[in-house]
Protein backbone atom coordinates (compact mmCIF):
# COMPACT_ATOMS: atom_id res chain seq x y z
CA UNK A 1 0.00 0.00 0.00
CA UNK A 2 1.38 3.74 -0.84
CA UNK A 3 1.05 6.10 1.69
CA UNK A 4 -1.41 8.02 -0.25
CA UNK A 5 -3.47 5.20 0.35
CA UNK A 6 -2.91 4.44 3.52
CA UNK A 7 -3.24 8.15 4.66
CA UNK A 8 -6.78 7.98 2.93
CA UNK A 9 -7.27 4.67 4.64
CA UNK A 10 -6.04 6.11 8.25
CA UNK A 11 -8.42 9.01 8.00
CA UNK A 12 -11.60 7.15 7.73
CA UNK A 13 -10.32 5.28 10.62
CA UNK A 14 -9.16 8.17 12.82
CA UNK A 15 -12.06 10.48 12.17
CA UNK A 16 -14.83 7.75 13.48
CA UNK A 17 -16.34 9.64 16.38
CA UNK A 18 -15.37 6.99 19.34
CA UNK A 19 -11.42 7.52 18.05
CA UNK A 20 -11.80 11.02 17.84
CA UNK A 21 -13.79 10.93 21.63
CA UNK A 22 -10.65 8.52 22.83
CA UNK A 23 -7.83 10.62 21.08
CA UNK A 24 -9.18 14.04 22.33
CA UNK A 25 -9.17 12.10 26.28
CA UNK A 26 -5.93 11.19 26.05
CA UNK A 27 -4.62 14.79 24.52
CA UNK A 28 -6.15 16.35 27.44
CA UNK A 29 -5.25 13.88 30.12
CA UNK A 30 -1.54 14.03 28.41
CA UNK A 31 -1.52 17.56 29.04
CA UNK A 32 -2.77 17.52 32.77
CA UNK A 33 -0.77 15.28 33.96
CA UNK A 34 2.12 17.11 32.30
CA UNK A 35 1.50 20.65 34.06
CA UNK A 36 1.15 18.58 37.30
CA UNK A 37 4.80 17.78 38.13
CA UNK A 38 6.06 14.14 38.89
CA UNK A 39 3.05 12.24 37.92
CA UNK A 40 4.33 11.64 34.44
CA UNK A 41 2.75 9.58 31.72
CA UNK A 42 3.84 6.35 32.58
CA UNK A 43 1.92 6.26 35.37
CA UNK A 44 -0.81 7.85 33.54
CA UNK A 45 -1.05 4.99 31.10
CA UNK A 46 0.07 2.09 33.90
CA UNK A 47 -3.46 3.01 34.87
CA UNK A 48 -5.79 3.43 32.56
CA UNK A 49 -4.07 0.30 30.47
CA UNK A 50 -6.66 -1.70 32.28
CA UNK A 51 -9.39 0.45 30.79
CA UNK A 52 -8.45 -0.06 27.56
CA UNK A 53 -9.78 -3.72 27.53
CA UNK A 54 -13.50 -2.75 26.89
CA UNK A 55 -12.55 0.45 24.58
CA UNK A 56 -11.89 -0.97 20.25
CA UNK A 57 -8.05 -1.59 20.02
CA UNK A 58 -7.56 1.22 17.46
CA UNK A 59 -9.27 4.17 19.96
CA UNK A 60 -7.28 2.57 22.82
CA UNK A 61 -4.08 3.05 21.60
CA UNK A 62 -4.88 6.54 20.20
CA UNK A 63 -6.04 7.54 23.73
CA UNK A 64 -2.88 5.96 25.28
CA UNK A 65 -0.53 7.47 22.94
CA UNK A 66 -2.40 10.93 23.32
CA UNK A 67 -1.55 10.83 26.90
CA UNK A 68 2.15 10.02 25.72
CA UNK A 69 2.96 13.19 23.17
CA UNK A 70 0.19 15.53 25.24
CA UNK A 71 2.38 15.08 28.27
CA UNK A 72 5.18 16.71 26.13
CA UNK A 73 3.09 20.14 25.72
CA UNK A 74 1.97 20.24 29.60
CA UNK A 75 5.53 19.42 30.75
CA UNK A 76 7.01 22.86 30.14
CA UNK A 77 4.07 24.38 31.60
CA UNK A 78 5.31 24.09 35.31
CA UNK A 79 9.49 24.21 33.90
CA UNK A 80 8.36 27.78 32.56
CA UNK A 81 6.03 29.07 35.45
CA UNK A 82 7.82 27.57 38.57
CA UNK A 83 11.36 26.50 37.40
CA UNK A 84 9.90 23.12 37.93
CA UNK A 85 10.10 20.45 35.22
CA UNK A 86 6.43 18.38 34.46
CA UNK A 87 8.20 15.85 33.09
CA UNK A 88 11.94 14.49 32.84
CA UNK A 89 12.20 15.38 29.16
CA UNK A 90 11.34 19.41 29.87
CA UNK A 91 13.85 19.72 32.90
CA UNK A 92 15.62 21.59 30.19
CA UNK A 93 13.15 24.70 29.48
CA UNK A 94 14.14 25.20 33.01
CA UNK A 95 17.30 26.68 31.83
CA UNK A 96 16.24 29.63 29.81
CA UNK A 97 12.20 29.66 30.19
CA UNK A 98 12.18 30.33 33.72
CA UNK A 99 14.85 33.24 33.25
CA UNK A 100 12.17 34.32 30.93
CA UNK A 101 9.11 34.12 33.58
CA UNK A 102 11.12 36.51 35.91
CA UNK A 103 11.82 38.76 33.24
CA UNK A 104 7.34 38.89 32.69
CA UNK A 105 8.04 37.17 29.25
CA UNK A 106 6.21 33.84 30.54
CA UNK A 107 3.34 34.25 28.10
CA UNK A 108 5.97 34.13 25.11
CA UNK A 109 7.48 31.33 26.40
CA UNK A 110 4.63 29.58 26.99
CA UNK A 111 3.32 30.34 23.61
CA UNK A 112 6.58 29.48 21.69
CA UNK A 113 6.67 26.19 23.56
CA UNK A 114 3.59 25.46 22.06
CA UNK A 115 4.25 26.11 19.09
CA UNK A 116 7.83 24.54 19.43
CA UNK A 117 6.07 21.45 20.31
CA UNK A 118 2.98 21.77 17.16
CA UNK A 119 5.96 21.89 14.80
CA UNK A 120 8.16 19.10 15.97
CA UNK A 121 5.44 16.90 16.19
CA UNK A 122 3.82 17.52 13.00
CA UNK A 123 7.47 17.03 11.19
CA UNK A 124 7.94 14.02 13.58
CA UNK A 125 5.02 12.78 11.47
CA UNK A 126 5.95 13.56 8.37
CA UNK A 127 9.23 11.65 8.89
CA UNK A 128 7.45 9.08 10.83
CA UNK A 129 5.25 8.73 7.72
CA UNK A 130 8.08 9.35 4.77
CA UNK A 131 10.91 7.43 6.10
CA UNK A 132 9.21 4.83 8.90
CA UNK A 133 11.33 1.83 6.95
CA UNK A 134 14.61 3.44 6.40
CA UNK A 135 14.90 5.24 10.32
CA UNK A 136 13.85 1.25 11.23
CA UNK A 137 16.88 -0.08 8.96
CA UNK A 138 18.91 2.54 10.14
CA UNK A 139 18.09 1.48 14.25
CA UNK A 140 19.11 -2.29 13.69
CA UNK A 141 22.67 -1.00 12.10
CA UNK A 142 23.28 0.16 16.04
CA UNK A 143 24.93 -2.20 18.55
CA UNK A 144 26.23 -1.95 21.95
CA UNK A 145 28.86 -0.45 20.63
CA UNK A 146 27.46 2.38 18.86
CA UNK A 147 25.28 2.94 21.32
CA UNK A 148 27.91 3.00 23.90
CA UNK A 149 29.64 6.00 21.53
CA UNK A 150 26.51 7.94 20.99
CA UNK A 151 26.06 8.48 24.90
CA UNK A 152 29.72 9.25 25.20
CA UNK A 153 29.32 11.91 22.58
CA UNK A 154 26.08 13.21 24.53
CA UNK A 155 28.19 12.98 27.41
CA UNK A 156 31.13 15.42 25.78
CA UNK A 157 28.23 17.43 24.68
CA UNK A 158 26.53 17.95 28.19
CA UNK A 159 29.76 19.55 29.57
CA UNK A 160 28.71 22.29 27.24
CA UNK A 161 25.50 22.93 28.66
CA UNK A 162 26.45 24.62 31.75
CA UNK A 163 26.46 28.47 31.48
CA UNK A 164 30.23 28.62 33.04
CA UNK A 165 32.95 26.93 33.36
CA UNK A 166 33.06 23.77 31.33
CA UNK A 167 35.08 22.44 34.03
CA UNK A 168 32.14 22.37 35.98
CA UNK A 169 30.12 21.03 33.56
CA UNK A 170 32.58 18.27 33.21
CA UNK A 171 32.23 17.52 37.04
CA UNK A 172 28.66 17.53 37.32
CA UNK A 173 28.58 15.21 34.47
CA UNK A 174 30.68 13.04 36.56
CA UNK A 175 28.16 13.77 39.55
CA UNK A 176 26.02 11.95 37.31
CA UNK A 177 27.28 9.11 36.44
CA UNK A 178 28.24 8.44 40.03
CA UNK A 179 24.43 8.97 41.05
CA UNK A 180 23.74 6.78 37.89
CA UNK A 181 25.60 3.59 39.30
CA UNK A 182 23.40 3.87 42.65
CA UNK A 183 21.47 0.46 42.61
CA UNK A 184 21.66 -3.15 41.31
CA UNK A 185 24.37 -3.42 38.52
CA UNK A 186 22.13 -5.30 36.24
CA UNK A 187 24.63 -8.00 34.71
CA UNK A 188 25.74 -9.48 38.09
CA UNK A 189 23.19 -8.19 39.98
CA UNK A 190 25.53 -7.45 43.17
CA UNK A 191 23.91 -3.92 44.90
CA UNK A 192 26.45 -0.91 44.42
CA UNK A 193 26.67 2.11 46.69
CA UNK A 194 23.08 1.73 48.66
CA UNK A 195 24.51 1.73 51.96
CA UNK A 196 22.32 -1.03 52.98
CA UNK A 197 19.44 1.14 52.44
CA UNK A 198 16.60 -1.41 50.65
CA UNK A 199 14.92 1.72 48.88
CA UNK A 200 18.13 2.34 46.82
CA UNK A 201 18.56 -1.41 45.65
CA UNK A 202 16.45 0.46 42.69
CA UNK A 203 18.43 3.09 42.16
CA UNK A 204 17.67 7.02 42.93
CA UNK A 205 14.04 8.05 41.28
CA UNK A 206 14.93 10.34 38.05
CA UNK A 207 11.84 12.47 39.40
CA UNK A 208 12.89 12.54 42.59
CA UNK A 209 16.25 14.15 41.20
CA UNK A 210 14.11 16.44 38.71
CA UNK A 211 12.26 17.12 41.44
CA UNK A 212 14.46 18.24 44.08
CA UNK A 213 17.84 19.67 42.02
CA UNK A 214 14.99 21.98 40.04
CA UNK A 215 12.11 22.57 42.30
CA UNK A 216 12.72 22.50 46.08
CA UNK A 217 15.98 24.23 44.83
CA UNK A 218 14.02 26.86 43.87
CA UNK A 219 11.89 26.83 46.82
CA UNK A 220 14.97 27.11 48.98
CA UNK A 221 16.40 29.97 47.43
CA UNK A 222 12.88 31.98 47.17
CA UNK A 223 11.77 31.15 50.76
CA UNK A 224 13.05 34.56 51.83
CA UNK A 225 11.56 36.42 47.98
CA UNK A 226 9.12 38.83 49.54
CA UNK A 227 8.88 40.86 46.10
CA UNK A 228 5.27 41.49 44.45
CA UNK A 229 4.67 39.04 41.44
CA UNK A 230 5.86 40.47 38.38
CA UNK A 231 2.60 39.92 36.28
CA UNK A 232 0.31 42.86 37.39
CA UNK A 233 -1.66 43.84 33.84
CA UNK A 234 -4.21 41.65 32.74
CA UNK A 235 -3.15 39.00 30.00
CA UNK A 236 -4.01 39.45 26.33
CA UNK A 237 -3.33 37.94 23.83
CA UNK A 238 -1.09 40.43 22.40
CA UNK A 239 1.39 40.34 25.26
CA UNK A 240 1.98 36.74 24.40
CA UNK A 241 2.50 37.10 20.92
CA UNK A 242 6.29 37.11 20.25
CA UNK A 243 8.15 39.65 18.56
CA UNK A 244 9.60 39.60 14.67
CA UNK A 245 12.71 38.91 16.54
CA UNK A 246 11.43 35.67 18.75
CA UNK A 247 10.13 34.38 15.72
CA UNK A 248 13.27 35.14 13.34
CA UNK A 249 15.54 33.31 16.72
CA UNK A 250 12.84 30.43 16.36
CA UNK A 251 12.59 29.12 13.45
CA UNK A 252 16.11 27.33 12.50
CA UNK A 253 16.33 26.04 16.01
CA UNK A 254 13.20 24.44 15.52
CA UNK A 255 14.23 22.61 12.68
CA UNK A 256 17.14 21.81 14.23
CA UNK A 257 15.70 20.38 17.38
CA UNK A 258 12.60 18.46 15.59
CA UNK A 259 16.25 16.81 13.11
CA UNK A 260 17.62 15.67 16.59
CA UNK A 261 14.37 14.86 18.09
CA UNK A 262 13.43 12.33 15.03
CA UNK A 263 16.88 10.76 15.07
CA UNK A 264 17.12 9.76 19.14
CA UNK A 265 13.57 9.03 19.19
CA UNK A 266 14.03 6.23 16.73
CA UNK A 267 16.79 4.45 18.53
CA UNK A 268 15.79 2.07 20.79
CA UNK A 269 16.44 2.73 24.11
CA UNK A 270 17.72 6.77 24.15
CA UNK A 271 14.02 9.12 24.27
CA UNK A 272 12.80 12.53 24.40
CA UNK A 273 15.07 13.11 27.42
CA UNK A 274 18.34 13.02 25.52
CA UNK A 275 16.70 14.53 22.49
CA UNK A 276 16.22 17.50 24.24
CA UNK A 277 19.16 17.85 25.87
CA UNK A 278 21.40 17.18 22.64
CA UNK A 279 19.15 19.66 21.29
CA UNK A 280 19.71 22.49 23.65
CA UNK A 281 23.94 21.53 23.13
CA UNK A 282 23.60 21.76 20.00
CA UNK A 283 21.75 25.34 19.64
CA UNK A 284 24.53 26.60 22.12
CA UNK A 285 27.23 25.57 20.00
CA UNK A 286 26.02 26.93 16.56
CA UNK A 287 25.11 30.04 18.50
CA UNK A 288 26.69 33.58 17.75
CA UNK A 289 25.98 34.58 21.48
CA UNK A 290 26.20 31.27 23.98
CA UNK A 291 26.35 33.56 26.95
CA UNK A 292 22.67 34.28 26.64
CA UNK A 293 21.42 30.87 27.10
CA UNK A 294 20.78 30.35 30.81
CA UNK A 295 19.69 34.02 30.98
CA UNK A 296 16.36 33.75 28.74
CA UNK A 297 17.90 32.63 25.76
CA UNK A 298 14.31 32.17 23.02
CA UNK A 299 16.66 29.32 20.71
CA UNK A 300 16.79 27.70 24.74
CA UNK A 301 12.98 26.48 24.96
CA UNK A 302 12.10 26.14 21.25
CA UNK A 303 15.19 23.65 20.35
CA UNK A 304 14.42 21.15 23.14
CA UNK A 305 10.55 21.51 23.22
CA UNK A 306 10.30 20.68 19.26
CA UNK A 307 13.29 17.83 19.59
CA UNK A 308 11.59 16.00 22.74
CA UNK A 309 7.88 16.36 20.84
CA UNK A 310 9.36 14.98 17.33
CA UNK A 311 10.94 12.18 19.62
CA UNK A 312 7.92 11.84 21.27
CA UNK A 313 6.42 10.59 17.65
CA UNK A 314 9.18 8.98 15.91
CA UNK A 315 9.66 6.72 19.54
CA UNK A 316 6.60 4.67 17.72
CA UNK A 317 8.94 3.94 14.35
CA UNK A 318 11.01 0.89 16.63
CA UNK A 319 7.97 0.23 18.25
CA UNK A 320 5.53 -0.20 15.72
CA UNK A 321 8.09 -1.44 12.77
CA UNK A 322 10.51 -4.11 14.34
CA UNK A 323 8.41 -4.76 18.07
CA UNK A 324 11.11 -2.77 19.80
CA UNK A 325 9.84 -0.41 22.78
CA UNK A 326 12.28 2.34 22.98
CA UNK A 327 11.27 3.50 26.68
CA UNK A 328 9.05 2.30 29.54
CA UNK A 329 6.37 4.15 28.10
CA UNK A 330 6.90 2.40 24.56
CA UNK A 331 7.05 -1.18 26.08
CA UNK A 332 3.45 -0.12 27.91
CA UNK A 333 2.23 0.43 24.44
CA UNK A 334 3.37 -2.39 23.30
CA UNK A 335 1.78 -4.23 25.95
CA UNK A 336 -1.50 -2.73 25.08
CA UNK A 337 -1.16 -3.78 21.60
CA UNK A 338 -0.58 -7.41 22.39
CA UNK A 339 -3.48 -7.06 24.97
CA UNK A 340 -5.64 -6.43 21.66
CA UNK A 341 -4.17 -9.68 19.92
CA UNK A 342 -2.18 -7.09 17.80
CA UNK A 343 1.62 -8.30 17.02
CA UNK A 344 4.19 -5.50 16.31
CA UNK A 345 6.49 -5.92 13.93
CA UNK A 346 7.45 -5.13 10.25
CA UNK A 347 4.05 -7.29 8.90
CA UNK A 348 2.08 -4.85 11.42
CA UNK A 349 1.48 -2.49 8.45
CA UNK A 350 0.39 -5.06 5.85
CA UNK A 351 -1.99 -7.03 8.06
CA UNK A 352 -3.49 -4.23 10.04
CA UNK A 353 -3.28 -1.21 7.78
CA UNK A 354 -6.23 0.28 9.44
CA UNK A 355 -4.50 0.37 12.49
CA UNK A 356 -1.47 1.33 11.85
CA UNK A 357 -2.54 4.75 9.51
CA UNK A 358 -5.31 5.03 11.80
CA UNK A 359 -2.87 5.75 15.02
CA UNK A 360 -0.21 7.91 12.22
CA UNK A 361 -3.19 10.58 10.89
CA UNK A 362 -4.25 10.60 14.63
CA UNK A 363 -1.19 11.91 15.74
CA UNK A 364 -1.82 15.04 13.43
CA UNK A 365 -5.55 15.09 14.56
CA UNK A 366 -4.23 14.85 18.15
CA UNK A 367 -1.51 17.82 17.90
CA UNK A 368 -4.30 19.80 16.15
CA UNK A 369 -6.11 19.14 19.55
CA UNK A 370 -3.01 20.05 21.52
CA UNK A 371 -2.83 23.58 19.96
CA UNK A 372 -6.50 24.46 20.30
CA UNK A 373 -6.21 23.15 23.82
CA UNK A 374 -3.31 24.64 25.16
CA UNK A 375 -3.45 28.70 23.55
CA UNK A 376 -5.68 29.83 25.40
CA UNK A 377 -4.88 28.23 28.48
CA UNK A 378 -1.32 30.18 28.51
CA UNK A 379 -3.46 33.18 30.47
CA UNK A 380 -4.57 30.90 32.93
CA UNK A 381 -1.02 29.50 33.24
CA UNK A 382 0.40 32.94 33.95
CA UNK A 383 -2.26 33.99 35.87
CA UNK A 384 -0.46 31.72 38.44
CA UNK A 385 1.87 33.97 38.76
CA UNK A 386 0.11 36.51 40.39
CA UNK A 387 -0.21 33.58 43.27
CA UNK A 388 2.19 35.20 46.29
CA UNK A 389 5.24 33.14 47.39
CA UNK A 390 3.83 32.39 50.72
CA UNK A 391 0.77 30.67 49.42
CA UNK A 392 1.99 29.27 45.95
CA UNK A 393 5.32 27.49 47.24
CA UNK A 394 3.34 25.51 50.20
CA UNK A 395 1.17 23.94 47.09
CA UNK A 396 4.39 23.54 45.42
CA UNK A 397 5.88 21.29 48.08
CA UNK A 398 2.43 19.37 48.47
CA UNK A 399 2.51 18.93 44.77
CA UNK A 400 6.18 17.81 44.58
CA UNK A 401 5.64 15.28 47.57
CA UNK A 402 2.30 13.98 45.83
CA UNK A 403 3.67 13.68 42.58
CA UNK A 404 7.00 11.60 43.82
CA UNK A 405 5.01 9.53 45.97
CA UNK A 406 2.97 8.32 43.46
CA UNK A 407 5.40 7.02 41.48
CA UNK A 408 6.54 4.10 43.43
CA UNK A 409 3.79 4.56 46.59
CA UNK A 410 7.07 5.17 48.70
CA UNK A 411 7.55 8.09 51.92
CA UNK A 412 11.36 7.13 50.93
CA UNK A 413 11.48 8.74 47.91
CA UNK A 414 9.85 11.86 49.28
CA UNK A 415 12.64 11.95 52.20
CA UNK A 416 14.83 11.46 49.15
CA UNK A 417 13.29 14.61 47.12
CA UNK A 418 13.96 16.75 49.82
CA UNK A 419 17.54 15.80 50.48
CA UNK A 420 18.24 16.14 46.96
CA UNK A 421 16.66 19.46 46.74
CA UNK A 422 19.20 20.41 49.70
CA UNK A 423 22.08 19.77 47.93
CA UNK A 424 20.96 21.06 44.65
CA UNK A 425 20.85 24.82 46.43
CA UNK A 426 24.17 23.89 47.57
CA UNK A 427 24.63 23.58 43.61
CA UNK A 428 23.63 26.63 42.79
CA UNK A 429 25.15 28.22 45.91
CA UNK A 430 28.17 27.36 44.29
CA UNK A 431 26.96 28.27 40.39
CA UNK A 432 27.31 24.24 39.54
CA UNK A 433 24.99 24.12 36.38
CA UNK A 434 22.35 21.15 37.51
CA UNK A 435 21.14 20.11 33.75
CA UNK A 436 24.60 18.16 33.15
CA UNK A 437 24.12 15.68 36.07
CA UNK A 438 20.68 15.12 35.09
CA UNK A 439 21.81 13.89 31.97
CA UNK A 440 24.69 12.25 33.14
CA UNK A 441 23.06 10.10 35.13
CA UNK A 442 20.08 9.25 32.56
CA UNK A 443 22.69 8.22 30.31
CA UNK A 444 25.05 6.80 33.03
CA UNK A 445 23.41 3.20 33.71
CA UNK A 446 22.52 2.88 29.75
CA UNK A 447 26.44 3.44 28.98
CA UNK A 448 28.07 1.24 30.99
CA UNK A 449 25.40 -1.66 30.02
CA UNK A 450 26.02 -0.95 26.59
CA UNK A 451 30.01 -0.65 27.28
CA UNK A 452 30.09 -3.88 29.13
CA UNK A 453 27.81 -5.91 26.19
CA UNK A 454 29.53 -4.52 23.49
CA UNK A 455 33.01 -5.72 25.39
CA UNK A 456 31.13 -9.02 26.16
CA UNK A 457 30.77 -9.56 22.57
CA UNK A 458 34.20 -8.75 21.47
CA UNK A 459 36.18 -10.77 23.63
CA UNK A 460 37.26 -7.31 26.00
CA UNK A 461 38.65 -6.06 22.46
CA UNK A 462 38.70 -1.97 22.92
CA UNK A 463 39.13 -2.19 19.16
CA UNK A 464 35.79 -3.05 18.50
CA UNK A 465 34.85 1.08 19.04
CA UNK A 466 37.33 1.96 16.01
CA UNK A 467 36.64 -0.81 13.71
CA UNK A 468 32.59 -0.21 13.15
CA UNK A 469 32.16 2.87 11.14
CA UNK A 470 29.28 4.51 13.24
CA UNK A 471 30.44 4.21 16.86
CA UNK A 472 33.88 5.30 15.12
CA UNK A 473 32.64 7.63 13.38
CA UNK A 474 30.71 9.47 16.36
CA UNK A 475 34.24 8.47 18.84
CA UNK A 476 35.71 10.69 16.18
CA UNK A 477 33.15 13.78 16.66
CA UNK A 478 33.25 13.45 20.40
CA UNK A 479 37.54 13.72 20.28
CA UNK A 480 36.74 17.22 17.67
CA UNK A 481 34.37 18.57 20.31
CA UNK A 482 36.88 18.18 23.50
CA UNK A 483 39.91 19.64 20.91
CA UNK A 484 37.53 22.33 19.74
CA UNK A 485 36.70 23.33 23.36
CA UNK A 486 39.68 22.98 24.63
CA UNK A 487 41.12 25.35 22.15
CA UNK A 488 38.13 27.81 22.55
CA UNK A 489 39.48 28.00 26.65
CA UNK A 490 42.80 28.20 25.73
CA UNK A 491 42.20 31.08 22.95
CA UNK A 492 39.71 32.90 25.24
CA UNK A 493 42.77 32.83 28.15
CA UNK A 494 45.57 34.32 25.90
CA UNK A 495 43.10 36.98 24.73
CA UNK A 496 42.49 38.17 28.36
CA UNK A 497 45.86 37.68 29.65
CA UNK A 498 46.45 40.32 26.20
CA UNK A 499 44.10 42.50 27.44
CA UNK A 500 45.02 42.40 31.17
CA UNK A 501 48.81 43.51 29.43
CA UNK A 502 47.36 45.95 27.41
CA UNK A 503 45.68 47.85 30.54
CA UNK A 504 48.77 47.29 32.55
CA UNK A 505 51.07 49.03 30.05
CA UNK A 506 48.51 51.57 29.71
CA UNK A 507 48.95 52.79 33.34
Partial sequence: ?????????????ALQPTTLLYCFIGVFLGTLIGVLPGI????????????????????AIVMLAGVYYGAQYGGSTASILLNLPGTPSSAVACLDGYPMAKQGRAGVALFMTTIASFVGSMLGILVLVMFSPVIAELGLQFG???YFAMMLLGLVAASTLASGSALKGLAMVVLGLVLGTVGTDVNSGVARFDFRIPELMDGINLVALAMGLFGIAEVISSINNTTESKVKEKITFRSMTPTRKDWKESVFPMLRGTGIGSFFGALPGTGSSIASFMSYAVEKKVSKDPGKFGKGAIEGITAPESANNAAAQTAFVPTLSLGIPGDAVMALMLGALIIHGIQPGPLLMTQQPDLFWGLIVSFGIGNIMLMILNLPLIGIWVAILRIPYNVLYPAILVFISLGVYSVNNNTFDVYMVALLGVFG???????FEVAPLLLGFVLGPMMEENLRRALLLSRGDMMT??????????L????ALVLWTAYASFKRALKGRERRMDEQAND
Fill in 425 to 431: YALAVLK
Fill in 144 to 146: PAE
Fill in 1 to 13: MDIANGLLLGLQS
Fill in 465 to 474: FIERPISAGF
Fill in 40 to 59: GALATISLLLPITYHIPPTA
Fill in 476 to 479: AVGA
